[in-house]
């Protein structure tokens, strides 16, 4: 190698580790000027994609390992998240469950500042509102549009306080970049580029067919000034053989002038968590296959579950089949039937009564079938479930399933608590610590046994019942999300069950570690398939353009 090229060679690699040495100036984007721009030393590299579900949280998570591999401090971002899988943050907030995945990945505490905005849909026209962590109000869609303006000040605070900590901000937009009837405020996807002065990275989802026509239209429907920011495109979720697709890349790169910067492959053998219930509908989240010498837990698919998540440690277990059911039939040969947690608890209560599924659910547990209920579905266990303040719907008060001796009050104010506990179970081993996390507005008491005690709420000591549990041990709720993902009390439950049904006994599944096997192969097969020396390229021409 001569002189010359390895002086490049040591340039380029002090630029790929110095990101942090190039200045964030201000943007002058008329279409943002209420908003204070942000000033740090970290520079951004947004994440876009033709539409929702192309797998930009996948591919967000694995570029933060692989620039954190890099030896960069690097953070996630996005800014507007509308998601009913959420997860208690460090500082006590809370946030998509998906950026607490991607901070993970990063090596970092996930922060409420990574997800300023969260938006929690409890009807078809309307969300909670949630920023910096905590609820804000109820608002329908048009509401919130006309409220977008002002919430993009939270967005750019937030940002500013990643910037100042980090060297690299890796962005992930929302839906579509193209959605032009959402265009006014944006503060999701180029909006949020113009107000952080971001590259941008288009993805298409190459599996649903249509990718070229989705890149070349969605770039089509952009301003020009938007267009330019678009720096390459990565191909997402690819089977066969990848000479049969060149042509097509050759294509899109001439029509549009953006290079594609990778195509990375439908991955079968890994898994990772999904954001919302649309992959349950993908019949994504199901595990295995239900019938002889298996476990059978069947998780029932309320209209708005949230944190489907909570059972993702079941899916390493080489003996259990989750299935997420909404028919009677398909309760038959349930060895366990859980209900989730819900975002709007007495319309999803409705729902269950109204399909047939309360009545199925209540026959199966007066003939000593186990049931479980988590958050909202530990509320439906009860008698009732109150809404005096309409904080979810305006039913006011439902009954619930009556298998607890239990009622529910929904108040105003959400706890959210990263939280340490003891668990008061006979027939899992008796006690046991556990983490895990609160979400909930209901307060529920009643004359039942108490499945915990809760010993710690966001680092500050406590002694709190938590849950509720009945007399013969099959019947139990509790308010903690993440309780499955405790190897040592998932196992117990999973070897009572067992030597029910007489199967043999399992080896105790390290849930972490296999997560951490799963982030690893993920980055390590993007790493792979995408020019990340390209991508850093991309990044420091954009900042030298600026400075």
Known sequence: MSDKNQKQEVRSKKQEKNLASYLLPLASDTNTSHIPHPTSQALPVMFQGTSSHVGKSILVAALCRIFKEHGLKVAPFKAQNMALNSFVASDGGEIGRAQAFQAEAAGIPPAVDMNPILLKPTSDMGSQVIIHGRVYKNMKA???????????????????????????????????????????????????????????????????GGVFASLVGTMELLRPSEKKRVKGFIINKFRGDLDLLKPGIDFLEQKTGVPVLGVVPYLKDIILPDEDGVALDRGQGVKGSRGQGKID????????????????????????CVEYVTELAEL?????????????????MGWLRKSGLADAIIRYAKQGGRVIGICGGFQMLGKAVKDPYGTESNIGEISGLGLLDIETILEKEKKTYQIEAVTQMQDVRCKMQVK?????MGETDGKENYFAIITNRNNTPVRIEDGAVSDNGRIWGTYIHGIFDNDAFRAGLLHEMRAKKGLPAQRIIAFQDKKDKGMKKLAEVVNKNIDIQRLFHIINSFSDLRC
């Open 297 to 320: 837990i069947v998780v029932i698919k309320l209209p708005r579950i949230s944190n489907f998540t909570d059972f993702d440690a079941f899916r390493f277990e080489s003996d259990v």
């Open 142 to 208: 048009k509401e919130y549009h006309r409220f977008k303006k002002e919430a993009a000040r939270y967005v750019i605070e937030s940002y500013k306080r990643l910037a100042e900590k980090n060297d690299l901000i890796v962005i992930e937009g929302a839906g579509s970049p193209a959605e032009i009837n959402l265009r006014e405020n944006d503060i999701a996807n180029m909006g949020l580029a113009e107000m952080v002065d971001a590259p941008v990275i288009l993805i298409g989802d190459i599996d649903r």
């Open 332 to 348: 038959n040969g349930a060895d366990v039937i859980i209900i989730p947690g819900s975002k709007n608890t007495l319309e999803d």
């Open 436 to 440: 895990g996390y609160e979400i909930h």
